[in-house]
């Protein structure tokens, strides 16, 4: 009778052990897939992008389990314990496979995910005026106007998926501009703040069919505008190809100086009296009534020396668009 007890014991302390190292033993039943989770991080990594993949289980004592990890059908890390995968996704359009095989007291699991590669690229143009011919490009300005187009590149069922398909979540420094977001949105227009600081730009794309999605971020810094003085010549017209600085030998009779407002909002013209020009001489204002980009400055018959030229222009509507200019005429005695 002792002895039979003492097996009855024996019996019951080695399935306390047993149901001691893995936990799915409580649920006397097989596990399934469903007892595993796996995550990757980040979850919409773009082309080549480092990846993390990750296994949890509450019912499964992974940390006692082994676990083999594969990329496709390569066995690429396997181990007591190895609950985590660092990897690589792959060229644009190009999935790939990570399987994780878990064999445990519990039974056998078999976890798959799919890394697809995906990315949106930012771009944006501000709408500030440059002159014509100009090769560089239209840049924020203070409060200024700018457009910022998403161009996304998201692969589902073997193609890449139309830009116009989907649908974008667009936020501006953390809060989401509700009224830009939706369906094909893909371009927002904002203005520039009164308080001078950069703006953080992002936008999430998702295909709604497949449920795929992808995300681009963008920082950018408003700069100042700034004044550029050319020679405006009657019969070749502006010299663009050549800024003025410093000081100017007028050999001749006259000159005439063109200023141009780089990277202020102009959308009515230079001369729409959204910007003001003011001009001085050796401290005194130019007052002829008229707020024009050109001046015209003559040497006065047997007088030669330095005079000092100032421009300053301003953005009337906007308060943070201003510029101004120093040059020296330097009014040679002829000869």
């Given at each position: 009778?002792?002895?039979?007890?003492?097996?009855?014991?024996?019996?019951?302390?080695?399935?306390?052990?047993?149901?001691?190292?893995?936990?799915?033993?409580?649920?006397?039943?097989?596990?399934?897939?469903?007892?595993?989770?796996?995550?990757?991080?980040?979850?919409?990594?773009?082309?080549?992008?480092?990846?993390?993949?990750?296994?949890?289980?509450?019912?499964?004592?992974?940390?006692?389990?082994?676990?083999?990890?594969?990329?496709?059908?390569?066995?690429?890390?396997?181990?007591?314990?190895?609950?985590?995968?660092?990897?690589?996704?792959?060229?644009?359009?190009?999935?790939?496979?990570?399987?994780?095989?878990?064999?445990?007291?519990?039974?056998?699991?078999?976890?798959?995910?799919?890394?697809?590669?995906?990315?949106?690229?930012?771009?944006?143009?501000?709408?500030?005026?440059?002159?014509?011919?100009?090769?560089?490009?239209?840049?924020?300005?203070?409060?200024?106007?700018?457009?910022?187009?998403?161009?996304?590149?998201?692969?589902?069922?073997?193609?890449?998926?139309?830009?116009?398909?989907?649908?974008?979540?667009?936020?501006?420094?953390?809060?989401?501009?509700?009224?830009?977001?939706?369906?094909?949105?893909?371009?927002?227009?904002?203005?520039?703040?009164?308080?001078?600081?950069?703006?953080?730009?992002?936008?999430?794309?998702?295909?709604?069919?497949?449920?795929?999605?992808?995300?681009?971020?963008?920082?950018i810094a408003p700069i100042?505008?700034?004044?550029?003085?050319?020679?405006s010549d009657p019969l070749?017209?502006?010299?663009?190809?050549?800024?003025?600085?410093?000081?100017?030998?007028?050999?001749?009779?006259?000159?005439?100086?063109?200023?141009?407002?780089?990277?202020?909002?102009?959308?009515?013209?230079?001369?729409?009296?959204?910007?003001?020009?003011?001009?001085?001489?050796?401290?005194?204002?130019?007052?002829?009534?008229?707020?024009?980009?050109?001046?015209?400055?003559?040497?006065?018959?047997?007088?030669?020396?330095?005079?000092?030229?100032?421009?300053?222009?301003?953005?009337?509507?906007?308060?943070?668009?201003?510029?101004?200019?120093?040059?020296?005429?330097?009014?040679?005695?002829?000869?």
């Amino acid at each position: 009778m002792i002895s039979r007890l003492i097996t009855i014991l024996i019996s019951i302390f080695f399935f306390t052990l047993l149901l001691g190292a893995d936990t799915a033993f409580a649920q006397f039943g097989a596990v399934t897939e469903g007892d595993v989770s796996i995550t990757l991080s980040p979850q919409n990594p773009g082309p080549r992008d480092p990846v993390t993949i990750t296994i949890e289980s509450y019912t499964i004592d992974i940390n006692n389990a082994t676990t083999r990890w594969y990329v496709g059908s390569t066995l690429v890390q396997e181990g007591k314990g190895i609950k985590k995968l660092i990897t690589q996704a792959g060229d644009m359009a190009k999935s790939s496979t990570v399987r994780v095989v878990i064999q445990s007291l519990a039974g056998q699991i078999t976890k798959t995910i799919t890394i697809t590669p995906s990315r949106v690229s930012l771009l944006w143009e501000a709408e500030t005026y440059t002159p014509p011919f100009f090769k560089g490009k239209s840049l924020f300005s203070h409060q200024s106007k700018i457009t910022i187009m998403a161009e996304p590149e998201i692969s589902a069922n073997g193609g890449k998926v139309s830009s116009s398909n989907l649908i974008y979540t667009w936020s501006k420094d953390g809060v989401v501009l509700g009224a830009q977001n939706g369906y094909g949105k893909k371009t927002i227009s904002l203005v520039g703040s009164v308080i001078s600081r950069n703006i953080r730009i992002m936008v999430e794309a998702l295909d709604p069919v497949s449920g795929l999605t992808s995300s681009g971020v963008i920082n950018i810094a408003p700069i100042e505008p700034e004044v550029v003085t050319y020679i405006s010549d009657p019969l070749y017209g502006t010299q663009y190809n050549k800024a003025i600085n410093g000081t100017i030998m007028l050999k001749g009779r006259e000159i005439t100086l063109e200023a141009v407002p780089f990277f202020f909002s102009a959308p009515n013209g230079l001369l729409s009296g959204d910007i003001s020009y003011t001009w001085s001489i050796n401290g005194v204002g130019i007052s002829d009534g008229q707020n024009v980009n050109k001046r015209v400055f003559r040497k006065v018959e047997d007088v030669f020396g330095v005079s000092n030229v100032n421009l300053n222009i301003a953005q009337l509507s906007k308060i943070l668009q201003f510029a101004s200019k120093n040059l020296t005429i330097d009014f040679l005695k002829q000869e």
